[in-house]
């Protein structure tokens, strides 16, 4: 079971910043998930659509300058990074998971990701985009098949992954409220990963251990990786919790 780290290892730090992504590759993490705004002709790495949720900021991003959005402070003296600045900084150290969270973002980053794999060692089996919106990944997928998309969900659909399956996903995101053994085992029928976010409490990761998921987005990666090192040296329970 791979460990994410979710937005860098934000439970460390400030959340979608350098020094969250500095303490992510200081961990060894498995891969690190990012997420991406476009504002001002910027592709900027911030969740929020809202500058005040995560910086002493306030307004939405689509009113603010590039300037202005660079002059806040996102915790720690941390300025809101670009993709450009976190890509360099990984240097191909680990893959990456980019959630695309509003519209505009899909060319610049695929943009952005063939210039990663010319300029700073990454390759395509290092890049997962990701999206609630699915329609960012079905154009993603047209205009550069080789990419990886993750399909998020925040629910658990009737028909489990085939919502997924229809956007030729590599990999399925699902809520840790909503993860369940009947959705796990459709999407690996349909040949799909499935990665919960966000599992951080001890006993959630003893459970998607036990349903088999394939990754979890973690806040703690170090604390996860620990505890996912001890389940896997351990004999396993005679029935799963689910």
Known sequence: MLVVAHRGASGHEPENTLLAIEKALEMNVDA??????????????IHDRNVGKT???QGLLSKLTFAE?????????????TLDEVLQLINGQCPVNIELKADKTVVPTLALI???IKDYHFDYNKFLVSSFNHHLLFQVKTLNPAIHVGALTA????????FAEKL???SVHIDVDFINKAFVDDAHQRGMKVFVYTVDDEDDIIEMHHLGVDGIFS??????LLKIAHLTSAPKPEAPLR
């Open 69 to 81: 959005i660079r002059q806040l402070d996102a915790g720690k003296g941390q300025r809101v990074p």
């Open 55 to 57: 910086t002493n900021g």
């Open 155 to 162: 629910s658990c659909p009737l028909d489990y992954a085939a």
């Open 32 to 45: 690190i998930e990012i997420d991406v705004h476009w504002a001002d002709g910027e592709l900027i790495v």
């Open 219 to 224: 806040n703690y990666p170090t604390q996860s």
């Open 114 to 116: 063939e210039k990663a």
């Open 168 to 170: 030729s996903a590599y």
